[in-house]
């Protein structure tokens, strides 16, 4: 009420009384109205009067919610028995009073009070205008007035419909919030009201408005944001369920007018948020707040259980439709054209999550479903379809196999009928797919070759479709990408000659466009990505990329790359031009020559630099170490050093979202979003295109003991690695391994790029080989668990060759991995205990399968078998029976507690059933010849355990299940076998045998071996190695009768040493050898076994000629062997045979002196000793008596061989090529005092004798074991490995050979030709690595160990000697040309080209008809 009436009515009460305030008017009327129904009729007239003449309606509203309506609520609670409604019910009254004297209904009077009172809350803020929420204190005031509101419409006294149309009027001033109160508190719906007016246009307009600003408040506002993020989902949830439901449901015209009124609002604000997106956003401004809150209600949560679950899914769909359609103003042209710019992570962050809410409720087919339906029905928005894709392929795995069914079905439809939208449809999605990486769609390349490379293509169908085909790919090249172009020519479709013509034509368009591009096939990188659409580079700079990379191959391989080698010969001018002087840009060269020196050095041996290039090269950079300033250093050292920081910036800012997610490691698609842009990151940071292709090898290597990275290689693994394990323990404190998601897998192949995985393994190396007891607990479970993640991708992966230059060892990831865990000292084998359990722990957390294939992939047995020896070791619980009362569970929980108990999480993983389930499988099982070899790296001075405690868990170790095998290092062990030896030896069996008897060890030996893998590959040969230097280990710590056994009882009386033989013929002649002899000890154990075996004969002289006899044919290596060691072991040789049997050497080891006394008077200037039989045993005296006297020139000393010994001649030319091999495969030998290039010389000498005196000596490169004789023996001295590696000495000696005499014998083209297509063979397979190495440490050969130079020069010398050979020389060419031809096809043309131009002398002889 106002002031002057409030006092004109204090003053009718007289001026004596004290001026009561209203509330105890009011307080006083109630409390009279209570004294009874007599006393209502006695109120005075005048209270009355007054109240109706002086009543505000409005104001008494108001006033409701001020100081009175407290006074009243105080007295209600001092006073239990008064009402609780005494305000609303008094208004009401005075309502109808008023109503009653207008002559008007009470309820159209209450409506239009209320919504006065109404409008009058909302418009007294003060504030700015654009606000749709309200203030507490307004708040307030509406929270009574509603009160009130309920009160009138529960009694009948409220109109809906007057209220609605009383708010329309004034529209303009209400707030959202208001307007929703309305609904909430069950006044007036929300649907009631906006069907309430007749202009739905102007609805539609003011709830837009309305929502975008509800939408930016609510992001803008902490204080509100409940209330609004309420009042956005209750007014989404209506208008879906009103806009959504199913046509049967529409049961009058009004929900059909609420239907088209939602979907109008809801599409509004969905195009409202698409054009925003279009014209660009920049973070927290109005407009992106505003549809960032907008997509929030894309989820499934804001429905809840009111709505019926077909209604959101036909609401996301509908928006996926309108998403897909809006505007759809760009041409299939413009998407091509412009596709890889709307990849996932460069499209806006806004519309993929509005792209992934959308299909948290469709399933992966009603989304490939829809798609296509509205691909095949309406015109789309390119950009919005393929960025559709592209978070498909990205977010849903189960997407990625039903895309490419899709474009399968596509390109069917397409040939089926021709149809060009199928066609388009099908390579853009491809195309976008190909964008994200191999890791989720195949590259374009490959897929472009697997559907139209082969005859089973969709194109081989007719010509129709060929012709469908070019005319498709050549509308394509005023548009696409020239990636594309280039891998239609470079990998074209197959086509029947008869149409090549088709071909063609694309080619020579496509070649055109490129020219017209300024692209040039020819200057096409070596490691251009054709999967990549991303810009062309100029030439210079692709070729500084090609150097990089190059480099990067070279270190880790140790040879020139394959692409260059093949650029230096196919693609020249790119070579000579652009990559060149790439790399031999002038520079600083270092004191240490590094990978780039040495690659250069490598180029120019094999003559790949032309001489006046590299000179200028040498020259330039001796001039900038001349100029270099004194501080150069710091300043480059800065400069780099920004630079690097600069790249990672994008990368760690990723790294960090990517850990922001890590709350809730489950959502697959949020944390595929942040991986796909950690990728994106990753490949411009390195700043690779081709980051997501194959290796170029199929193999990695590195050195070990001193793996090294460039500066920026290890900031960049250090990121990754840092990021994973940190995300790892994030995830983990969320969610066990097994319910994590495959985000772990994901950033592994991240990691796993052509450049990048090098250096994360070289990494991983230096961290657990050298720094592993420095790292904290968190690194080693991430690192544990990233060789976990490596290891289930062994397939794809390469192995990885450890050493440098020389591949010593060739192991998968897992066995690598386990290899770099070691236990020379206390902190070592606690960190290998740390890793060991981590590792296992995680893996079995996250597999719940356990199949072979799993467990061999993750965990390999060494790593095993290194947890079981460790824990066994170190703790005396683990060697008790585990309990099977109460299993244990696995520790991966204990682990990532801030303060983890390795001892009891060890102890626990032990314990647990399904490890000790995984220890009964056979490749897990720790034996005695594991536990004794890691026992043997353990160094005593620094090991945790004392000799005692030692000693102790060996003997626990014994008497547990492990498994006997051989091995060495045991005194025990040796003493037990030796033992059994004695037993089989002199026991009664063994007197009453007469016959042979296989020795117990050589059956073991031979099962043993038989179970490796043969081959001649890396890693077969190392495994095999290592067991023969324990079986040589074993043998030479038993007696040596072992080796020869015991003579036999009747006649002859030599003992049987087949099974020695046979293990020397097969195994030992090639891993324990070297050019021909046994090592010392094995040699000369051997002998004192035949020392042996004739003290137990009775005819000692008869056993040992029986015995070396025996050696002649069957293992001539034993013989050869002894002429070697014979300086040392003729001592012992005579003295025991002297002090035994007081007599003379026997016959054959008397020859064997004779044959030594030969090789040495050769040498000497006096007249030489004539020759003992048979010729192979005296030449191979002569001929390590030369290597050890290290006689270079040697004609004069043979000239003085009888002319008559040819065939020793010939051997001795055999066994020069055997340690011509041997100074290039083992030049560290002691007994070898001659280098490669003296060993050159004397096969030259010796070559020229035997050219001289007219000898054949093709023979030696013609073995075979099946002609016997002397081609037997000599396959029987020689390793297997020098055998395959004689087409390398063959062509050694290319400078020294007549070729004139040569051109005169038959067999010589074919022989050259065999071993020229050898050498060829080899070089491929990489077995003539090891030679090149040797050549690239040695400044002195000058190219004579390099394999290119020498294929270069052998087949230069073929070309040049082909025309000139004889007709009889072609004999049996075309079989071996059948089997080899397809080495050299120019050579394999010139031969069978000289064959046919040959004339064939029958064709001229006079024919006889009768």
Not at 429 to 453: H, K, T
């Amino acid at each position: 009420m106002s002031e002057p009436r409030s006092q004109d009515a204090a003053s009718d009460l007289g001026s004596g009384s004290r001026r009561r305030t209203w509330a105890e008017l009011l307080a006083g009327r109630v409390k009279r109205q209570r004294q009874g129904l007599g006393r209502e009729h006695k109120l005075p007239e005048s209270a009355v009067r007054l109240l109706r003449r002086h009543l505000n309606l409005n104001d008494l509203l108001l006033e409701v919610g001020g100081s009175a309506c407290k006074t009243l609520c105080l007295n209600q609670w001092m006073d239990p028995e008064a009402s609780a409604d005494l305000s609303s019910s008094f208004i009401g009254s005075a309502l109808r009073d008023e109503a009653s004297r207008l002559g008007v209904p009470v309820a159209v009077l209450s409506s239009r009070a209320v919504a006065s009172s109404f409008v009058q809350i909302c418009a007294s803020s003060g504030e700015p205008s654009h606000r749709v929420l309200l203030n507490a204190e307004q708040r307030k005031k509406m929270s009574s007035l509603l009160e009130v509101a309920q009160y009138l419409l529960a009694h009948s006294m409220f109109s809906r419909f007057s209220f609605c149309q009383e708010l329309w009027e004034v529209r303009s001033s209400l707030l959202l919030e208001a307007v929703w109160h309305l609904h909430v508190q069950n006044l007036v719906s929300l649907q009631e009201l906006l069907e309430s007016h007749a202009d739905t246009q102007a609805t539609v307009a003011w709830l837009f408005k309305d929502l975008c600003v509800l939408c930016e408040q609510m992001e803008a506002s902490t204080q509100h944001t409940d209330i609004a993020r309420a009042m956005l989902s209750d007014f989404v949830q209506l208008f879906v369920l009103r806009g959504f439901q199913k046509n049967s449901d529409l049961r009058s015209v009004e929900p059909a007018q609420m239907a088209q009124l939602a979907m109008a609002v809801l599409q509004r604000m969905l195009m409202f948020a698409l054009e925003a997106l279009a014209t660009g956003l920049q973070d927290e401004s109005p407009a992106y707040r505003a549809v960032k809150s907008w997509f929030g209600v894309f989820c499934g949560c804001t429905y809840g259980a009111a709505v019926s679950a077909d209604v959101p899914k036909r609401f996301f769909s509908h928006t996926l439709t309108q998403v897909l359609t809006h505007k759809p103003v760009l041409r299939v042209s413009d998407a091509v054209q412009m596709q890889r710019d709307w990849s996932f992570a460069k499209t806006h962050p806004l519309l993929t999550s509005l792209y992934r809410r959308l299909f948290a409720v469709l399933r992966p087919e009603e989304l490939l479903g829809h798609l296509q339906e509205v691909l095949e029905t309406r015109e789309v928005n390119w950009q919005h379809v393929l960025s559709c894709v592209s978070t498909l392929v990205i977010c849903l795995p189960e997407a990625q196999q039903l895309v490419k069914d899709w474009v399968a079905q596509l390109l069917a439809r397409a040939f089926e009928s021709c149809n060009l939208d199928s066609m388009v449809t099908a390579f853009l999605v491809v195309r976008q797919a190909a964008l994200e990486g191999p890791s989720v769609f195949p590259s374009y390349s490959d897929w472009f070759q697997a559907s139209f490379g082969s005859t089973r293509g969709f194109h081989s169908g007719s010509k129709k479709t060929l012709v469908f085909l070019f005319k498709f790919l050549s509308d394509l090249v005023p548009f696409e990408a020239p990636r594309y172009m280039q891998v239609h020519i470079l990998h074209p479709p197959l086509v029947p000659s008869k149409y090549r013509s088709l071909l063609m034509d694309y080619v020579t368009l496509a070649k055109t466009r490129l020219a017209d591009l300024k692209v040039s096939m020819e200057n096409m990188g070596l490691y251009e990505d054709l999967s990549s659409a991303r810009d062309i580079t100029e030439p210079h700079g692709q070729a500084h990329q090609d150097v990089e990379k190059a480099i990067a191959v070279f270190e880790h391989t140790g040879k020139v790359p394959v692409a260059v080698m093949e650029a230096s010969i196919f693609r020249r001018p790119y070579y000579v031009s652009h990559f060149l002087p790439a790399l031999l840009t002038p520079r600083v060269l270092p004191r240490t020559p590094d990978s780039r020196v040495a690659l250069i050095e490598s180029l120019r041996r094999a003559d790949k630099i032309p001489p006046s290039l590299y000179s200028t090269y040498c020259q330039a950079c001796s001039t900038a170490e001349e100029k270099k300033p004194e501080r150069a250093a710091p300043g480059m050292k800065a400069e780099a050093g920004g630079c690097a920081e600069e790249p990672l910036g994008p990368l760690a800012a990723a790294l960090r979202e990517l850990r922001a997610a890590m709350t809730d490691p489950s959502q697959y698609d949020v944390l595929s979003a942040h991986m796909a842009v950690v990728s994106e990151r990753l490949s411009s940071t390195l700043g690779l295109g081709e980051e997501d292709g194959s290796l170029e090898v199929s193999q990695v290597q590195l050195s070990i003991m001193a793996p090294h990275l460039e500066h920026q290689e290890q900031e960049i693994a250090d990121l990754l690695l840092t990021s994973f394990c940190q995300n790892l323990i994030a995830a983990s404190s969320f969610a066990p391994p097994d319910r994590q998601g495959p985000w772990a897998a994901r950033f592994m192949t991240a990691m796993c790029g052509r450049r990048l995985l090098p250096v994360v393994l070289t990494r991983l190396c230096q961290l657990l080989r050298h720094q592993g007891p420095s790292l904290s607990a968190s690194h080693v479970l991430g690192l544990a668990a990233l060789v976990v993640h490596l290891g289930e991708s062994r397939s794809a992966l390469p192995e990885v060759h450890v050493g440098f230059p020389a591949p010593a060892k060739s192991l998968p990831i897992p066995e690598f991995f386990s290899s770099l865990l070691t236990f020379g000292t206390a902190e070592t084998s606690l960190f290998c205990l740390k890793f060991c359990t981590a590792a296992i722990s995680y893996f079995l957390c996250k597999s719940s399968s356990l199949s072979q294939d799993i467990l061999y992939s993750c965990l390999s047995p060494a790593l095993m078998k290194k947890f079981q020896f460790v824990t066994l070791r170190l703790f005396s619980e683990a060697r008790e029976p585990p309990s099977q009362e109460h299993p244990a569970s696995l520790p991966w929980r204990l682990l990532c507690l801030p303060t983890a108990d390795w001892q009891r999480a060890a102890l626990c993983l032990w314990k647990q059933r399904t490890f000790q389930e995984l220890l009964k499988q056979k490749e897990f099982h720790l034996t005695y010849r594991d536990w004794l070899q890691l026992e043997l790296e353990i160094q005593p001075e620094f090991d945790s355990l004392s000799h005692t405690e030692s000693s102790r868990s060996y003997n626990c170790s014994e008497n547990s299940d492990l498994v006997l095998g051989s091995c060495t290092g045991n005194r025990d062990i040796f003493s037990r076998l030796q033992e059994m030896a004695a037993d089989l030896e002199q026991g009664p069996a063994a007197s009453q045998s007469c016959s042979p008897r296989e020795h117990f060890l050589f059956r073991v030996f031979r099962t043993r071996l038989q179970a490796l893998a043969s081959g001649w590959d890396v890693a077969a040969r190392l495994q095999r190695q290592r067991e023969l230097l324990v079986y040589k280990w074993i043998l030479l710590g038993l007696p040596p009768a072992v080796l020869v056994g015991s003579p036999q009882a009747k006649e002859p009386a030599a003992p049987d040493c087949t099974e020695f033989f046979h293990l020397v013929n097969s195994e030992l002649r090639n891993f324990c050898s070297h050019g021909g002899a046994l090592t010392h000890d094995i040699t000369v154990h051997f002998f004192r076994g035949l020392l042996s075996a004739c003290s137990q004969s009775r005819n000692p002289s008869r056993t040992a000629d029986l015995i070396l006899t025996a050696c002649q044919t069957e293992c001539p290596i034993v013989l050869t062997s002894a002429l070697l060691w014979w300086p040392r072991l003729e001592p012992e040789l005579r003295s025991r045979w002297t002090r035994c049997f007081q007599g003379p050497l026997p016959q054959e080891l008397q020859r064997l002196w004779e044959a030594q006394q030969f090789g040495r008077s050769c040498l000497s200037p006096d007249l030489a000793s004539p020759p003992p039989g048979p010729a192979w045993v005296s030449a191979a005296s002569l001929h390590f008596a030369i290597q050890q006297a290290g006689e270079n020139n040697i004609k004069s000393q043979l000239e003085k061989l009888d002319c008559q010994r040819e065939e020793l001649l010939v051997v001795l030319f055999f066994f020069s090529l055997m340690g011509l091999l041997s100074s290039h495969l083992t030049p560290h030998l002691r007994h070898q005092a001659v280098d490669s290039l003296k060993a050159l010389d004397i096969c030259a000498e010796i070559l020229g004798c035997l050219e001289k005196k007219k000898v054949s000596w093709l023979v030696l490169f013609q073995l075979t074991e099946t002609e016997g004789g002397l081609g037997r023996v000599l396959l029987r001295l020689a390793p297997d490995p020098y055998i395959r590696l004689l087409p390398f000495a063959f062509y050694s000696l290319l400078s020294y050979f007549d070729e004139d005499a040569l051109m005169r014998e038959d067999a010589f083209l074919r022989v050259a030709v065999d071993m020229y297509l050898k050498l060829i063979c080899l070089f491929v397979a990489g077995e003539t690595s090891v030679v090149s190495a040797l050549a690239g440490r040695s400044q002195e050969l000058q190219g004579q160990g390099d394999p290119v130079g020498l294929i270069t020069k052998a087949r230069h010398f073929l070309l040049q000697s082909i025309p000139r050979c004889p007709k009889e020389s072609f004999s049996n060419m075309a079989e071996l040309l059948a089997t080899s031809g397809q080495c050299d096809p120019e050579v394999s043309a010139a031969l069978r080209s000289r064959q046919q131009a040959l004339p064939d002398a029958d064709l001229y002889q006079e024919p006889h008809l009768f």
